[in-house]
């Protein structure tokens, strides 16, 4: 079973929808987690950290849910700029190693 | 501000030849450096961590090493480099304390023909 697992996409939805990832990772100890947006060609960048409560910013929520060992992004109001990969992030615990997913596909469509 | 340096942004290279691939943080002191692989159309696979000057732990067995001779500098070298090389190189910091946000440098797109 890989460390972090999402579902690769392609997510096609139109402007304005709602989306939702679900990002699942295995280490139960993992501690700190994350979303990163990736653009074609493109170095990763942080969209957001997860937090245990979770956490909004903007169109964007994320929620972390424990005792499924699992992650979620939602994007609400899609923009065309929304377009890109994301990446979900897990540093398990006593580690300082980042463990990314392989990333969901998105694209906002006109 | 805190900003990293990684360069060159492309590079083509015969296969047999050597790599070296540098990256540079500016701004914090003492970081965790990080470098990564992304083959096209796959994820971010670890290959080297660092928590401090000269000390590397490699995270895949290949024909490819790193070494960090400065506190702030991080490189990745190879003595000849293989097709199966090719790939988007990314380097990467984080504060020492660790379950913080990571930064990423602009990659090296590298080609090995």
């Known amino acids: 079973r890989k460390e972090v697992e999402q579902d690769p996409g392609p997510f096609n939805v139109p402007e304005g929808a709602t989306v939702a990832f679900n990002c699942t990772y295995s280490?139960?100890?993992?501690?700190?987690f994350f979303w990163y947006r990736q653009d074609c060609r493109k170095e990763p960048k942080l969209l957001m950290s997860?937090?245990?409560s979770g956490n909004e910013d903007g169109r964007f929520t994320a929620q972390l849910n424990r005792a499924s060992q699992y992650i979620s992004l939602l994007i609400r109001d899609s923009k065309l700029s929304d377009s890109a990969t994301y990446l979900c992030v897990v540093n398990p615990a006593g580690t300082y190693k980042y463990i990314f997913g392989t990333g969901t596909r998105l694209k906002v469509l006109a | 501000s805190q900003t990293i340096h990684q360069w060159p942004a492309t590079l083509v290279q015969p296969v047999g030849s050597p790599l070296s691939l540098e990256c540079t943080v500016e701004?914090?002191?003492?970081?965790?450096l990080y470098w990564y692989r992304q083959a096209a159309g796959r994820g971010l696979q670890l290959l080297f961590y660092?928590?401090?000057?000269?000390?590397i732990s490699s995270e895949v067995p290949q024909n490819l090493s790193a070494s960090r001779p400065q506190d702030r500098q991080f490189i990745l070298s190879s003595k000849k480099l293989l097709l199966s090389d090719s790939g988007f190189y990314l380097c990467?910091?984080?504060?020492?304390?660790?379950?913080?946000?990571?930064?990423f440098g602009q990659g090296t797109r590298l080609t090995v023909v």
């Open positions: 997860v937090y245990s």
């Open positions: 280490n139960s100890a993992s501690q700190s």
């Open positions: 990467a910091w984080s504060v020492v304390s660790g379950g913080t946000e990571a930064f």
């Open positions: 660092s928590v401090g000057i000269g000390q």
């Open positions: 701004g914090t002191s003492n970081p965790n």
